[in-house]
């Protein structure tokens, strides 16, 4: 299990000269306009971004097509850790079959682990999830299968079109095993009452 070094779902057009910072650590919370069944009342976590593109990882879409413990046997992993409440999420629409840990900086293993803020990392090699399996690994984690990919210049314009709100990433809701409520949560962030977004809403 690896990141691949693809752009995504999607290429750009060459705007990337417009991008002004770095999204890395931010959470993207999905407007009801935004016109994608997939990503819908989503959140998700930025794991890095710069001029070729970005990726995230929705934190709050689970799959109940297979368990954890069933997908590290399937790796030939032995389980000794009680993982059965332990959930499987859609990370994105790209490269499904690809497996990403999100997880609290008390795991890290050099060239394998992206240290993406003070809270979170990321590793997506499987000697984080033979950690996981064998009851060593980081405290708090949050397993995807697939990632949500952008090309250069094509999230910024996606938010310029009021596609997506963002705020600072927030561990506790990236974390939290049970996903109702996170879209909500993550617009109480802003300050926002759900209630109140509008399908309708205009471009910003």
């Given at each position: 299990?690896?990141?691949?070094?693809?752009?995504?779902?999607?290429?750009g057009?060459?705007?990337?000269?417009e991008?002004?910072?770095?999204?890395a650590?931010r959470?993207?919370?999905?407007?009801?306009?935004?016109?994608?069944?997939?990503?819908?009342?989503?959140?998700?976590?930025?794991?890095s971004h710069?001029?070729s593109?970005?990726?995230?990882?929705?934190?709050n879409?689970?799959?109940?097509?297979i368990?954890?413990?069933d997908?590290?046997?399937?790796?030939?992993?032995?389980?000794?850790?009680?993982v059965s409440?332990?959930?499987?999420r859609?990370?994105?629409?790209v490269?499904v079959?690809?497996?990403?840990?999100?997880?609290?900086?008390?795991?890290?293993r050099?060239?394998?682990?992206?240290k993406?803020?003070?809270?979170?990392?990321?590793?997506?090699t499987?000697?984080v999830?033979?950690?996981?399996?064998?009851g060593?690994?980081?405290?708090?984690?949050l397993?995807?299968?697939?990632?949500?990919?952008?090309?250069?210049?094509?999230?910024?314009?996606e938010?310029?079109?009021n596609g997506w709100?963002?705020?600072d990433?927030?561990?506790d809701?990236?974390?939290?095993?049970?996903?109702?409520?996170?879209?909500s949560?993550?617009?109480?962030?802003?300050?926002?009452?759900?209630?109140?977004?509008?399908?309708?809403?205009?471009?910003?």
């Open positions: 299990m690896s990141i691949s070094e693809g752009t995504g779902e999607n290429s057009d060459g705007d990337a000269a991008q002004t910072e770095s999204l650590g959470f993207l919370i999905a407007m009801p306009n935004i016109g994608d069944p997939r990503f819908d009342r989503s959140v998700i976590y930025v794991f710069d001029d593109g970005a990726r995230g990882l929705i934190v879409r689970v799959t109940r097509d368990a954890f413990a997908l590290l046997r399937q790796l030939e992993l032995e389980v000794i850790a009680d409440a332990t959930p499987v859609l990370g994105g629409p490269e079959e690809r497996g990403f840990v999100l997880h609290s900086p008390d795991y890290y050099e060239e394998a682990t992206l993406v803020d003070e809270a979170i990392s990321m590793t997506a499987i000697d999830l033979k950690a996981i399996a064998a060593r690994g980081p405290e708090r984690a397993f995807a299968l697939g990632y949500a990919g952008w090309g250069a210049g094509q999230l910024e314009r938010i310029r079109q709100l963002q705020t990433g927030d561990a809701i990236v974390f939290d095993p049970t996903d109702d409520g996170k879209w949560r993550a617009l109480g962030l802003l300050g926002v009452d759900p209630s109140l977004l509008s399908s309708a809403a205009g471009s910003a």
